[in-house]
């Protein structure tokens, strides 16, 4: 079932508009709920951008291989599957944890290559790097990789132009917006649960925002990353429990250095160090709670069922991509 929504036009004709609401997924007996990592290393992440460039990356022991096969294992345990957003970066150094992903079960799906903000990059930019990454995350796995989450959700308003540019590259869906007011990223005015953006040029692209609970007249970050992390275990409870009585799954996400405390501490702002080290230590307990509380699935599956059946899991290379964007066209 989909619905159409009021959406304000852009004045940019090249911009895309949000043509269709998704009916929620059908509730099941545990809820139909959505599992995303983005898989980067600690060097990676926004808060140290300004103390590591990215030619400086070599020079840090990475630990992302061992955390995500902590993230596998714990998967594993629980029962859950989940879509690994890749960085393009890593899938060149370390191909054989994208071939590990996919042997459990799992999604595979870009997280760029250089894990640039999309502000800071031009439109051909942002295409160049896209491919990059796809290629090298496709090379690793044999698989077509057809979602896409941006660095620290860095779809917003300013930067819409990076979704006809998506969706003319095959993708089937992002994960990018995030419906909340915040100092780096955020886009409040978009729709909390997942839609469909339609191309001034005949594409088709659909968006899954992560949970977020309307209350008091603003969207809360309910189910991800810091916010988990950070928040107090009583919050997310809280969350679960509202998200449940209001039949909304849960669209989670977080990182794999998130799990790993003895990880190096970095030098930055206050700020910076606050968010990025906070509640480490806890953090894998807080996972395997929340994991036991529904039916964790790829983003793939996951709008497999939100859109009757019209998304596929990731086909062959063989398979053409063109084919994916007309088929929800």
């Not at 951008?49 to 020079?59: E, V």
């Not at 896409?148 to 003319?168: C, H, N």
């Not at 307990?285 to 019209?310: E, Q």
Request: proline share 8%; hydrophobic share 40%; with cysteine.
């Amino acid at each position: 079932m989909l619905a159409e929504i009021p959406v304000r036009t852009p004045r940019d004709s090249t911009l895309p508009l949000i043509d269709t609401d998704i009916a929620r997924v059908p509730q099941t007996t545990p809820p139909l709920d959505a599992l995303s990592v983005d898989v980067e290393d600690y060097y990676h992440v926004e808060a140290f951008r300004d103390r590591i460039p990215p030619h400086t990356w070599p020079l840090y022991p990475s630990r992302v291989i061992d955390n995500t096969r902590r993230v596998l294992e714990l998967f594993s345990r629980r029962q859950a599957r989940a879509t690994f957003f890749v960085l393009g970066w890593v899938a060149e150094r370390h191909p054989g944890i994208v071939r590990e992903i996919l042997s459990g079960g799992h999604e595979v799906g870009c997280h760029s290559y250089g894990h640039n903000c999309l502000w800071r990059l031009s439109p051909e930019e942002f295409r160049a790097d896209t491919r990059r990454a796809r290629q090298a995350i496709e090379d690793a796995g044999g698989r077509a990789v057809l979602g896409y989450r941006a660095p620290s959700f860095s779809v917003v308003e300013r930067t819409l132009w990076a979704v006809p540019i998506l969706a003319e590259e095959g993708f089937l869906y992002d994960s990018s917006v995030f419906p909340i007011h915040h100092d780096v990223y955020g886009f409040p005015q978009a729709p909390r649960f997942p839609f469909r953006w339609a191309t001034r040029q005949g594409h088709r692209l659909y968006e899954i925002p992560p949970t977020t609970l309307r209350c008091a007249g603003w969207n809360f970050p309910a189910a991800g990353g810091a916010y988990l992390r950070i928040l107090p275990e009583w919050y997310t409870r809280w969350a679960v429990r509202r998200a449940r009585r209001q039949a909304q799954s849960l669209v989670l996400y977080f990182h794999p250095w998130e799990i790993d405390p003895r990880q190096p501490r970095l030098t930055g702002s206050f700020r910076s160090r606050f968010r990025h080290y906070s509640g480490l230590s806890r953090m894998y307990g807080k996972l395997g709670r929340i994991l036991a509380a529904g039916h964790f699935v790829p983003l793939m599956d996951y709008l497999n069922a939100l859109a009757g059946g019209l998304a596929q899991r990731s086909p062959g290379l063989a398979e053409m991509r063109s084919g994916a964007v007309s088929a929800i066209g």
